[in-house]
T-cell receptor, first 115, second 111 residues
Framework: NAGVMQNPRHLVRRRGQEARLRCSPM?????VYWYRQLPEEGLKFMVY????????ESGMPKERFSAEFPKEGPSILRIQQVVRGDSAAYFC?????????????FGPGTRLTVL | TQLLEQSPQFLSIQEGENLTVYCNSS?????LQWYRQEPGEGPVLLVT?????EVKKLKRLTFQFGDARKDSSLHITAAQPGDTGLYLC???????????FGKGTLLTVNP
């Protein structure tokens, strides 16, 4: 009964490099959400995706950040040309196709450190 | 401005004591979730409340949603060291999928 899986758990990048964060939702879940947790702050919504569709990306910075959830494979959060301010914990959550979308189950997160 | 205010920010108690933590807002939420997060891990969903005045019990944990759906409380009876963690409340409005999180209450239960 696997939960939401994220990898890598820890990622270190130098300024200017790209970061790719992966998320596999719970079995039977087709809705994926990405949140960012900055030090001393609460989790902040970034983007909501369904298979092959971005439903709401209002919380995601317009530049350097992109997300996808392809028909096959995990959801990817991609950060290009990373800067020190991108250092944070990035969490993925999923919810089932039916039922309340607010009842979201979170993965263990990817801790990104930008040197 | 934080939409969801949690208090207290930190709480350190002895095993066996009771405690209540609070989640307050001036906004109305269609549903509210409580999560517990341990260091280096993701938030784990404890409960969802949707009806004003609703009370839910989970073993020694009692969750209440305010009548006006603007606030919530979590009461723990006879706390144990295993209850140690960051307790987060999160609410959704309208769209129902965009969770707004408080900053959490960091609870430490000492043996």
């Amino acid at each position: 009964n696997a939960g939401v899986m994220q990898n890598p758990r820890h990622l270190v990048r130098r300024r200017g490099q790209e970061a790719r964060l992966r998320c596999s939702p719970m079995k039977g879940h087709s809705h994926v959400y990405w949140y960012r947790q900055l030090p001393e702050e609460g989790l902040k919504f970034m983007v909501y995706l369904q298979k092959e569709n971005i439903i709401d990306e209002s919380g995601m910075p317009k530049e350097r950040f992109s997300a996808e959830f392809p028909k096959e494979g995990p959801s990817i959060l991609r950060i290009q040309q990373v800067v020190r301010g991108d250092s944070a914990a990035y969490f993925c959550a999923s919810s089932p196709a039916s039922g309340s979308k607010s009842e979201q189950f979170f993965g263990p997160g990817t801790r990104l450190t930008v040197l | 401005t934080q939409l969801l205010e949690q208090s207290p920010q930190f709480l350190s108690i002895q095993e066996g004591e009771n405690l209540t933590v609070y989640c307050n807002s001036s906004s109305v939420f269609s549903s509210l979730q409580w999560y517990r997060q341990e260091p280096g891990e993701g938030p784990v969903l404890l409960v969802t409340v949707v009806t004003g005045g609703e009370v839910k019990k989970l073993k020694r944990l009692t969750f209440q949603f305010g009548d006006a759906r603007k606030d919530s409380s979590l009461h723990i009876t006879a706390a144990q060291p295993g209850d140690t963690g960051l307790y987060l409340c999160a609410g959704s409005m309208g769209s129902n999928y965009k969770l707004t999180f408080g900053k959490g209450t960091l609870l430490t239960v000492n043996p």
